[in-house]
């Protein structure tokens, strides 16, 4: 291996051990080693869960919104790039799933009407689930008191405003099955 390659991974690997121990010491659950790169500061580290080998790519934002929420990521799971996890509740993610570059998973949206700012009304929140061994591709949006099945493959750009079975492949906005896996 080339030797400034050799010396940025190691720069890299001792990076991430500070922003884990960094976490760790503002109160964030994180189970064993995990992969930490330059992702946005959380406003509430205690209310993150980290599982072994999960994997954090740059400009992850990890967003809980109120005391209550929780954010739980599965062990060896991976989110890309600029992917946006926001909650008031729950959002989690089980085990080795992976998600896209530039996703946003939330578990809450605005009370709106026709005379006040949607701002000054409340929340409206439904915990958010994704099972292990999922795969969401680029840009999916995965809305509020949705629960995706273990297994199942959403296509990139797909809008998931309904929960998803097992072991299938969804694709659109809204998202619809298209076709079970082939075990």
């Not at 999960?54 to 967003?63: E, F």
Request: hydrophobic share 45%; with cysteine; charged share 20%.
């Amino acid at each position: 291996m080339d030797p400034h390659l050799r010396a940025v991974k190691l720069f890299q690997a001792v990076a991430s051990r500070l922003r884990a121990f960094a976490f760790r010491t503002l109160g964030m659950r994180i189970e064993g080693h995990v992969w930490i790169a330059a992702i946005e500061w959380p406003l509430r580290p205690r209310c993150i869960t980290l599982g072994t080998g999960a994997m954090l790519d740059r400009r992850v934002t990890l967003l809980a919104t109120s005391d209550i929420a929780r954010i739980a990521i599965g062990a060896r799971t991976y989110l890309n790039r600029d992917t946006f996890i926001d909650a008031s509740e729950a959002v989690e993610i089980g085990c080795d799933s992976m998600i896209g570059p530039g996703c946003y998973l939330t578990d809450h949206d605005h009370v709106f009407n026709t005379t006040d700012a949607p701002g000054a009304l409340p929340l409206v929140s439904a915990p958010t689930t994704i099972g292990a061994r999922c795969w969401l591709g680029a840009r999916v949006i995965v809305l509020k008191g949705v629960t995706i099945g273990d297994g199942t493959v959403i296509g990139a750009g797909s809008v998931v405003t309904k929960s998803l079975p097992a072991g299938v492949v969804a694709v659109g906005n809204p998202a619809r099955v298209l076709r079970p896996i082939a075990p």
